[in-house]
């Protein structure tokens, strides 16, 4: 029932701003949506919500999302990024990635595992990854070895960092960031230091939409300028470190929206609320939730790995986002 309920109302494939990836929101989107051409790089403009409600004690504006709004003709042919996509897609990878047990870095592992590629999880507790990651191809290194997993992996993908969804206290802002910019400069500096030859063709960095900070009409673009809260400045820092990697190897960022899944993140915390019948929205309301599907996040990252016409900064969201209040009925 809530899936169908989640279908009625997220009945639409998820798009991504500047992306050409043909995917849907798995579990949310019709099938139908899968067969959808590849876009050309498009300007995505979204508005952020005014406030933010947090879902439990101090404001927490990570839990706000952006309006994002694609234009409409976006659906016209990128073949030539395809087919780069389509022959690369045969090679199998070796892919270093930091927070791998996390609720994308495992949906991220498993399917690269799938696939047959061979999945590097840099970790600060390999005993614990291990345990949450036994899929065959998963090969565990603690913080001692990330400069060897670094070496001669193909790829590495960065979404380690502390949870967000609760209490703000300074020391947990402190370490939110801390645990983002420390980890992507440790990565970026074991990359610079590979020889060349050794050296992953791609760093693909993780972000966040409250990278545009807040507004009640306002409207954005990759190319906007920052936010100036707390968020807006965690991601700045993030981003910057990340950006370092540029000139070294392809790097792609991604400023993500609120990851829905059933089993974790943000949905996670809700359904179990409503599936007593004790749900409703936070505030007013009328917060926008801009939100993307986890599969079609790992697909979107898997294909940036593989394609190299991706790179920069891309809004990694679905097309339409809805209010909390819309979630909160469909739930």
């Known amino acids: 029932l809530y899936t169908k309920a989640l279908n009625n109302m997220l009945g639409r494939h998820t798009a991504f701003s500047n992306a050409s990836l043909p995917v849907s929101a798995k579990g949310v989107a019709p099938a139908s949506s899968r067969g959808a051409s590849r876009g050309t790089k498009q300007q995505t403009k979204h508005t952020l919500s005014p406030a ?13 999302g952006a309006q994002i709004q694609h234009p409409s003709n976006t659906q016209t042919s990128a073949r030539q990024y395809s087919t780069i996509s389509a022959m690369a897609t045969s090679e199998k990878m070796t892919v270093a990635i930091t927070g791998a047990t996390g609720l994308v870095g495992s949906r ?18 390999p005993g614990s990854a291990r345990s949450k990651l036994p899929f065959p191809g998963v090969e565990v290194y603690g913080p001692a070895d990330w400069a060897r997993a670094i070496q001669g992996a193909t790829g590495a993908v960065n979404l380690a960092g502390e949870p967000i ?20 400069k440790t990565i970026v500096d074991y990359i610079a230091g590979t020889p060349e030859e050794q050296r ?25 300028q920052p936010g100036s809260d707390y968020l807006a400045e965690v ?3 993030w981003e910057a470190a990340a950006k370092e990697a540029e000139g070294k190897t392809r790097t792609v ?45 790992v697909e979107l990252i898997i294909e940036s790995l593989q394609n ?21 009925s469909s739930l």
């Open 253 to 297: 960022i991604l400023r993500i929206g609120i990851v829905l899944a059933s089993d974790g993140g943000a949905l996670g915390k809700m359904l179990p609320v409503f599936q007593i019948f004790a749900g409703g929205p936070l505030g007013s309301g009328r917060q926008w939730m801009s939100w993307v599907h986890r599969d079609d996040l």
């Open 235 to 237: 991601c700045q820092e």
């Open 108 to 125: 991220l592992a498993s399917k690269l595992a799938s696939q047959g590629h061979t999945v590097r999880a840099l970790t600060r507790n």
């Open 200 to 224: 992953p063709n791609v760093l693909v960095s993780s972000s966040a939409v409250g990278y545009y900070g807040t507004s009640q009409n306002a409207s954005f673009s990759e190319d906007s």
């Open 52 to 64: 933010c409600s947090p879902w439990m004690g101090a404001q927490s504006p990570a839990l706000c």
């Open 308 to 328: 190299p016409a991706y790179s920069g900064i891309y809004n990694a969201t679905a097309p339409k986002p809805v209010r909390m209040s819309e979630l909160c």
């Open 165 to 184: 969804a609760t209490r703000w206290t300074q020391e947990i802002k402190d370490q939110v960031k801390a645990s983002r910019v420390r980890t992507t």
